[in-house]
């Protein structure tokens, strides 16, 4: 993956509106959820049972120490960690781009800490430690406790050549491996295969393309123009139900999927967030593109604030989520991918 960095205020179009949270009243809330055959409810239960055999469900997972960490599957970010403390449980599934079986690209990025307390950490010192395990299970059978296979497991160099042993790159202000892993999965998507490389565009053209696009689809997000947001992520999806087979509409994961998207449209409330200062980060092989925030650690550079539920009350939040975006082989405009 290339990055290429542009640092600039998004000025044109967003307003300046400083996030914090304040409770709503529950009642408030806009009652949509009683609508029958709303966009985004067919988005998710038009879809045809997906009856593969067998359903491979791959996960990856990272800990970390003395570092935080960028994980990203095949170009794509996946996950990443930005706190001085480790965790637990928190295995991603990463099948949504796994776009075919055959080999898989997995590359992590090490980070130093910057200021903890009264010292900065400019560079990664002996004390880093990072691994990573991806595993998989059958989605097809019920599920057992520490049912699944261990596909591939990773740890950051040493001077040991041992998981145990002190940070062999010490001093660097950024740390990045590549490494592949093999998986076999029942479906094909196109994803971004096919798609134009963005690479070869002129910077400053496809600079303000991506500009534009967030700002329309901000303007979606600011009006709830719930219809027009569906079909904004309508391939995106539908290769997610490919990939994480969803053979169920009633499906419990659908119904928070569901819920987690519908929410900006349900909501008393949504605001605009100006654009944070930006880099334009390449994924894909050069055909995926997204804009990644300098202020923010690992955070998109786009965000809006909206009320959610917390603790049983309305309050406001600032939402923020990346928009990997392709150009569509015979297509000239930018669209939702990941």
Known sequence: MRVQMYI??????????????????????????????RPIEQLYTNVAPLNYPSMPQYFIEGHQSGCYYEIYVNGILSF???????LSNHAVPINDVILKSGTQRVTVKLFPLGRIGNKEYKTLEDNTRFRLKIFKRDKATPWEGLDYDIVKEYFAPTTTGKDTGSFKN???????????????VPYKLTGWSESINLQDMDEDILEQEILNFYQEYDKIIQNQ??????EMIRNKETEYFKSVYYNDSQNEEVKLRIAYHANPFDTELVESIPLDKYEIVFGGDGKVVTLKSTERLGMSAYSFAQNKD???????????????????KGSNKLEIIR
């Open 8 to 37: 600039s205020y998004w000025t044109t179009f967003l307003l300046s509106v400083f996030v914090f949270f304040g409770s709503c009243g529950q009642e408030h809330k806009k009652d949509k959820t009683s609508m029958k055959n």
């Open 310 to 328: 917390r603790n049983g009350k309305r309050a406001k939040a600032r939402t923020s989520y990346y928009l990997f975006l392709h150009k569509p």
């Open 80 to 86: 990443k960690h930005y706190e001085n403390v480790g």
């Open 225 to 230: 123009n719930e219809k027009g947001w569906v």
């Open 170 to 184: 010490v001093g660097v202000p950024m740390f990045e491996e590549t490494f592949t892993f093999e998986a076999e």
